[in-house]
Every structure is written in structure tokens, then in C-alpha cells.
């Protein structure tokens, strides 16, 4: 909560919708590995929206605590996208520190995001 940066909120039910981004980020991502659907666009949105109200070292750090580690290849894919992923390593996640290098990608988020830009240019 410290790290908290959004001067339009007045109450905690304010900083309680923007925490909650983080489920619905998670029903996305679960919803994707289930069946396949991916909601580039929703998921984007969610993401950018979360950072605008938490710097970026923190939002990271956030989503990586909160997030299952079987969903941080999605994870990172969308924020290497976004260029808010971290070069080296996000620190102290569960007593650990994850180096960035040992994270895969997904390749079908990839593919998705990468006809996603091929789709905003047209």
C-alpha cells in the first residue's frame, strides 16, 4: 500500500478495485491455459491499469507474489511487451529472488501480441 500512487482515490474501496486487477489478470491467464482463449486486449488493459497506480519495480514485484508461478511465463510475456519487465532479476518474491533469465516465454501469447501489432498498424 505504500507504494500506492493514484491521487483520485479517497477511499479504500478505491485501492481494493485496483488490487483486484490481480484476479482478474489470474482468471484470464487460467481461463487461457484452460482452453486456449487468450483476451490480448483485456489482459493489456487490466496490466496497464495496474501500473498506473504502482510504480513499476513495485507492480512487478505485485504481480510475481500474487500471481502462481505456473502463470509467470504469461506473465512476463505480456510485460517484456509492455517494457516492464525487469533486465536482471525482481527481488525477494517468497524469500527468493527471480532472475529474469530463468523465466520462459509463452510462444502463443507471442504469436498473439505479435498479430496484435500487425492488426493496430492496418
Known amino acids: 500500500m505504500k507504494h500506492y ?5 479517497v477511499e479504500v474501496e478505491e485501492f481494493t478495485d485496483d488490487l483486484r486487477k490481480i484476479k482478474y489478470i489470474k482468471r484470464l491467464f487460467n481461463q487461457y491455459a484452460m482452453d486456449g482463449a487468450l483476451k490480448e486486449r483485456l489482459l493489456l488493459n487490466h496490466i496497464i491499469v495496474f501500473y498506473n497506480v504502482f510504480p513499476v519495480r513495485a507492480a512487478t514485484r505485485i504481480l510475481f507474489y500474487k500471481i502462481e ?19 536482471d532479476k525482481i527481488e525477494s518474491i517468497n524469500g527468493k529472488e ?13 504469436d498473439s501480441l505479435r498479430e496484435f501489432d500487425k492488426n493496430a498498424i492496418t
Not at 5 to 9: A, I, K, L, T, V
Not at 69 to 87: A, D, G, I, Q, S
Not at 98 to 108: A, F, K, P, R
Open 98 to 110: 527471480i532472475l529474469v533469465s530463468d523465466l520462459l516465454m509463452d510462444q502463443g501469447i507471442i
Open 5 to 9: 500512487d493514484n491521487p483520485q482515490c
Open 69 to 87: 508461478e505456473k502463470f509467470w511465463p504469461m506473465l512476463k510475456t505480456f510485460l517484456v511487451y509492455l517494457h516492464f519487465m525487469p533486465e
